[in-house]
């Protein structure tokens, strides 16, 4: 499918230099969750896994390491990709606000994000999120032509159709435990052992499991996408107070946190209010973990978080080399890892990964303007190739005389 370009003169994408720092770098630190969650309940072994009681007790290091990740990082790392996706959005709205084809402009950009989806989904790793967030971006466009309580009240909607539906979940949404036990048996055998072939084959027919999930978070998405445009819309990140986004988000991760431990702890068991608990508490912890960084990251500047922002610029590319990467480590055409690492083992793997992506992302952006995939995404959107050199290098990366 090719784009035809647009010939209307149009502003470029956003230039390096005009973008928020502290919004890339709660980015970059965003990743390092998805990365960690990803890679200990979704290629270390299969998805549907935690859905089943452990046949061997794990070691107390592991049970450490799966208990923070359920409690601090799960679910609250894709919330805060969920509300930076709609930051973005809200962006490139406001970037192109003088340009007569602004809506067809984003409507390429959200199409391209679901061909990019498509086949991540299909062909490397069907945990993506990438496809899910493209059909949320198609919904969401619409109300960024609206007035400002426009994206709140919607957000407001599709985060309370999301909390109830933690309540009252449709029925035969989701696969019996039959099925999940089949298919985590199936999964052990392929993707330990199977070529890549025999992987791809499997991976296609589990796209209908894993299906479900994203239909039950689907609302949430929504909601997020609309509070991070409204968040962007409301000027906070533009000339954050620093002060009041330290108190705010304390507030939310104190809250978020004692709502999570009270349901960790059964405290609530057995209630609607319990049920709400770990959804509510989420949003809640996903919001001040945004404050907080973004504080810091625009107090402090590069003194503590610099080191991410590059990372976060490159959010995209290093998503998909993750995927790659830990194909290659854990499955049969690979390394064929697949159910033989503990938790702990699989993120310290993890951390030599990102770390890697921290010094790569900075290297390359000390020589272009954007990540490859950044590239590729910009110029789809565009219609036309973008200049991807940085200002004042040759071809070979050196300084132009």
């Known amino acids: 499918m090719v784009l035809a370009p647009i010939h209307e003169s149009l502003p470029g994408p956003i230039s390096p230099s005009d973008r928020i720092e502290s919004i890339d770098a709660l980015r970059g630190v965003a990743l390092l969750g998805v990365l960690a969650i990803n890679l200990v309940t979704e290629f270390r072994v299969s998805i549907f896994q935690q859905f089943l009681p452990a046949k061997q007790p794990a ?133 330990a052992t199977g070529n890549f072939g025999e992987v791809l084959a499997f991976r296609l027919r589990e796209i209908a499991l894993i299906l479900p999930l994203h239909v039950y978070v689907f609302p949430r998405t929504l909601g997020l996408f609309l509070l991070g445009a409204f968040v962007w819309r409301s000027g906070v990140l533009q000339k954050p107070k620093h002060i009041l986004l330290f108190t705010a988000g304390a507030g939310c991760v104190g809250l978020g946190a004692a709502i999570i431990l009270l349901r960790a702890g059964n405290a609530m068991a057995g209630t609607s209010f319990g049920v709400l608990a770990t959804p509510a508490g989420t ?81 390359w952006l000390g020589r272009h303007r954007y990540g490859p995939v950044e590239w590729l995404w910009r110029t789809l959107m565009y219609g036309t190739p973008q200049p991807l050199l940085r200002a004042g290098l040759n071809d070979s990366g050196q300084r132009a005389a």
């Not at 999120?129 to 709140?152: D, S």
Request: hydrophobic fraction near 60%; glycine fraction near 10%.
């Open 59 to 191: 070691s107390s290091l592991d049970r450490a390491v799966e208990t923070v990740l359920m409690l601090a990082v799960d679910m609250k790392a894709f919330a805060l990709f969920s509300l930076l996706f709609g930051v973005g959005l809200a962006i490139q709205f406001e970037h192109l606000a003088a340009n007569s084809r602004r809506a067809l402009l984003l409507f390429r950009r959200v199409l391209a994000l679901l061909i990019f989806g498509l086949i991540h989904l299909c062909l490397i790793w069907n945990g993506d999120i990438l496809t899910e967030y493209a059909i949320a971006g198609l919904v969401v466009l619409p109300f960024l032509f609206g007035p400002r309580w426009l994206l709140l009240a919607g957000a407001a909607a599709f985060l309370g159709l999301y909390l109830t539906m933690q309540v009252w979940s449709p029925p035969g949404l989701f696969p019996s435990l039959a099925s999940i036990q089949g298919n985590v048996e199936e999964a052990n055998r392929v993707y």
């Open 283 to 363: 949003i809640l912890l996903a919001l001040g973990y945004g404050a907080i960084i973004i504080a810091i990251a625009s107090s402090r500047g590069k003194a503590l978080l610099g080191w991410a922002a590059p990372l976060g610029r490159m959010a995209f590319t290093n998503y998909l080399a993750q995927s790659v990467i830990f194909g290659w480590i854990f499955y049969g055409y690979g390394l064929e890892l697949f159910g033989l690492l503990g938790a702990a083992e699989a993120l310290a793997i993890g951390f030599v990964v990102y770390v890697a992506q921290v010094i790569f992302s900075g290297w």
